[in-house]
């Protein structure tokens, strides 16, 4: 289970972090996830670390300057990426970079959605994405934060064919499917979050409460304490570098719509 091969058009097929430090990032992501690291040139003396979990890919690192700050960020695997960037503007979202050439991984292109949120496109040429996705250390969910999730959701809607359901609560909260999978979630940003719109990251752990305790263990912070939600228990945490993702125990098994399929 969760071992993946390929991924549909439209759907989340990959994660990275940007970081100002690499070297502590895979000390504290290694420390909680049980990662393994390979380094792989990326020019102009860079490097990209794909992280690894039970021998597949689960993750990439890769290092910003300090003007760029740190953070998560998500792609979505398309067929054509040319054409998917083209659409996503003539939908009013802002392409921040033009597709371009990872050789012999894939073609790849960033956007602003007309919600604020920056995500990427990937269309995969060698490399699909994650190999590994809903067990524990791997990643298992993306959600939007944003405070125009209508926005949000018209797109998503039009570029990709994402269905959208309205899920009852405290704050406005959606989930987003593409026919059979459920592929992500989106909310009103909460007081403790901000309104800076964003796509986030959650990864499975065994136990949201000793994940808490190990990520203040390494060097992190615990920014949402543990807490229960339907499927589980969850929390929203941050590592030495202040790149901010959550941690959730789901007992009943994965909650994302991807895991082999």
Known sequence: MGEVERY???????????????????AFYGGLFGWEFEDRPAGDGDAYTLCRLQGRDVAG????????????????SVDDVDQAAAEARELGATVLAEPFDVPGAGRTAVLRDPSGAVVSLWQPQGHAGAGLVNEVGAWGWNELVTPDLAAATGFYARLFGWGAQEIPGPLPRTSYSLGDLLVGGGHAPTPQEGPDPRWTVSFMVADADRGAARVQELGGAVLLPPMDIP?????IVADPAGASFSIAASPGGAFRGVDGS
């Open 8 to 26: 549909p058009n439209g759907v989340f097929c990959w994660i990275d972090l940007g970081t100002t430090d690499v070297a502590g990032a895979t």
């Open 61 to 76: 690192i890769h290092r910003h300057d300090p003007d760029e700050g740190t953070g998560w960020s998500s792609s979505i």
């Open 231 to 235: 499927v589980g228990r969850f929390a």
